[in-house]
T-cell receptor, first 114, second 116 residues
């Protein structure tokens, strides 16, 4: 079965600073990887996804993520954080079946200092 | 465009009372439907998924059940709530046959359940 680890429970960065959120996965086959963002009390919104091809993927809101098979990682990055980026971020690994079930990490809470 | 609705948004229920959370999807047909639970400070746990009317798969043993009476309707129920059922419940949908790779999930706004 697949699993996802987000090592950082909480990260604080200053507005304008760069950001990297870590994600490590475990899956026996080719992974399908996702990053979602959740604002307080809301559902999750897809930021970006990796299925195949270019290992650097671009998403919405200026985010990008890089798939590194050798490290089993899919870290999320943003060069300059905005106060509105404060939220909880979830990494997920998907299964390539008709049901398309996804397994989520426990999330990383991002606080942005002014 | 597709939209997903969940209600109620907030619910406070006593222990032992029944539960019904409803989720509907518009703008698509034959979606895969999912119920996830998010406990405080934790990630999402898949509870149930459905690939068609009347077809329900349970991922974890629990006090809850799910039903899919119509193609775009997914209901989460309990006959008697426990304190441990408190949490944030999220409904999601995905296309039944993805054009490539695994299915992207689109989530509803969630239902916060507090059991007292």
């Amino acid at each position: 079965a697949q699993s996802v680890t987000q090592p950082d429970i909480h990260i604080t960065v200053s507005e304008g600073a760069s950001l990297e959120l870590r994600c490590n996965y475990s899956y026996g086959a080719t992974p399908y990887l996702f990053w979602y963002v959740q604002s307080p009390g809301q559902g999750l919104q897809l930021l970006l996804k990796y299925f195949s091809g270019d290992t650097l993927v671009q998403g919405i809101k200026g985010f990008e993520a890089e798939f590194k098979r050798s490290q089993s990682s899919f870290n999320l990055r943003k060069p300059s954080v905005h106060w509105s980026d404060a939220a909880e971020y979830f990494c997920a690994v998907g299964v390539n079946t008709n049901a398309g079930k996804s397994t989520f990490g426990d999330g990383t809470t991002l606080t942005v200092k002014p | 465009s597709q939209t997903i609705h969940q209600w109620p948004a907030t619910l406070v229920q006593p222990v032992g009372s029944p539960l019904s959370l409803e989720c509907t999807v518009e703008g698509t047909s034959n979606p895969n439907l999912y119920w996830y639970r998010q406990a405080a400070g934790r990630g999402l746990q898949l509870l149930f998924y459905s690939v068609g009317i009347g077809q329900i798969s349970s991922e974890v043993p629990q006090n809850l059940s799910a039903s899919r009476p119509q193609d775009r309707q997914f209901i989460l129920s309990s006959k008697k709530l426990l304190l441990s059922d408190s949490g944030f419940y999220l409904c999601a949908w995905s296309r039944d046959r993805p054009t490539s790779g695994a299915n992207v999930l689109t989530f509803g706004a969630g239902s916060r359940l507090t059991v007292l």
